[in-house]
């Protein structure tokens, strides 16, 4: 691993182009992300592009991420996995009674588990910590599990439980938070005005919560009390005095994705203000050969600390317990008339 890039790359399709296995090859990045445009109705297909990408890098079983979390953002769907249910429709249960909230948000992580485990998929970018306030972007909307920073701290910590259970890491996200955008940084960048004081008691505390987990997805925000010029995916200030130092994060740090419009300049410029201002690894993931080329040119070789962290993710891999799917699935279709 010591000569990966500290990149995340896409894909085009349904399988490799000979194009991209000998971009790959030649590029080798530490790992990479699925989408829908990746998934066909047969397992099979999500099996084999899956190992034809980890041929790529040698054969080491690297990072394969997806955003796996239910409702409207689940990249896997029917026949292959059934439809799950959003964070706000799991939030829901808990608003009835907390100790059924948390075990559905374990239960689905868990399910999540055995769904992509068994298709080779080792990364799930799940649980979204993001506390959303009222009026704000629809961007976090239903993906959130409230809109009190206790109960999105209890439901994302049940999450990620379930999903190590089954042998799956989470990815947290967006540190340090992306409740509060009035925009869709899919789009344009959101500006956030809040007085520090106020982040720090309603979107920071999950964060810091659930600060030992090993991975975490950044932020496309401006946060102008920290740094009112850069947002906190390319702000040094944001990612050493807060999300390394108040929230005391200190695993692998990984850009969102860095095609999103919330960020500025080329995707060199943007790959590049990415790799020199705090994350570890940048993420991109259209699948679109030019953008990677010009993502890839900036990138620079896992070391240091991020290798630290990025041996630490791999070294993860592989802890499953030995629960029965079928149990799993029952227990948790009993709670969800609850929502």
């Avoid at 979390?69 to 799950?84: A, F, K, L, S």
């Avoid at 961007?139 to 009190?148: C, D, E, L, P, T």
């Avoid at 401006?222 to 009112?228: E, G, L, Y």
């Avoid at 699948?287 to 791999?314: H, I, N, S, Y």
């Amino acid at each position: 691993m010591s000569e990966s890039k500290a990149v995340i790359l896409g894909v085009s399709g349904l399988e490799l182009t000979a194009d991209e296995r000998a971009f790959y090859q030649d590029q080798q990045p530490w790992g990479f992300i699925l989408f829908a445009r990746n998934i066909s109705a047969e397992p099979q297909q999500i099996k084999d592009l899956v190992a034809a990408l980890r041929d790529t890098v040698g054969g080491r079983n690297a990072p394969v991420l997806i955003d796996q979390e239910g409702g409207r953002v689940q990249r896997i769907r029917e026949p292959i996995c059934p439809r799950y249910p959003s964070g706000a429709d799991l939030g829901a249960i808990y608003n009835a009674d907390p100790e059924k909230g948390r075990r559905a948000a374990w239960l689905m992580s868990r399910l999540h588990a055995f769904d992509l485990l068994r298709l080779g998929i080792n990364v799930d970018c799940l649980p979204v910590l993001d506390v959303p306030v009222e009026g704000a972007s629809d961007v976090i909307g239903s993906r959130a599990y409230g809109k009190q920073p206790a109960i999105v701290t209890e439901m994302g910590r049940a999450a990620a439980l379930g999903l190590k259970a089954g042998g799956v890491l989470p990815v947290i996200k967006h540190i340090p938070g992306h409740g509060r955008g009035f925009a869709d940084s899919h789009h344009e960048l959101p500006v956030v005005d809040t007085p520090l004081a106020e982040l720090r008691a309603h979107d920071f505390p999950p964060f810091k919560a659930l600060a030992g987990e090993l991975m975490a997805m950044t932020a496309h925000v401006v946060f102008t009390a920290i740094d009112p010029t850069h947002p906190a995916t390319t702000s040094e200030i944001v990612i050493r005095d807060i999300i390394r130092g108040e929230i005391g994060f200190d695993g692998l740090l990984v850009s969102d994705d860095s095609s999103m419009n919330a960020l500025a300049g080329t995707l060199g410029d943007r790959a590049r203000a990415i790799a020199s201002n705090g994350c570890d690894i940048v993420l991109h993931c259209n699948g679109k050969m030019d953008e990677m080329q010009a993502v890839v040119a900036e990138a620079r070789p896992l070391a240091g600390k991020a290798l630290e962290r990025a041996f630490r993710v791999e070294a993860a891999f592989g802890r499953i317990d030995d629960l029965d799917e079928a149990s799993i699935r029952a227990e948790f279709n009993s709670l969800l008339p609850s929502v």
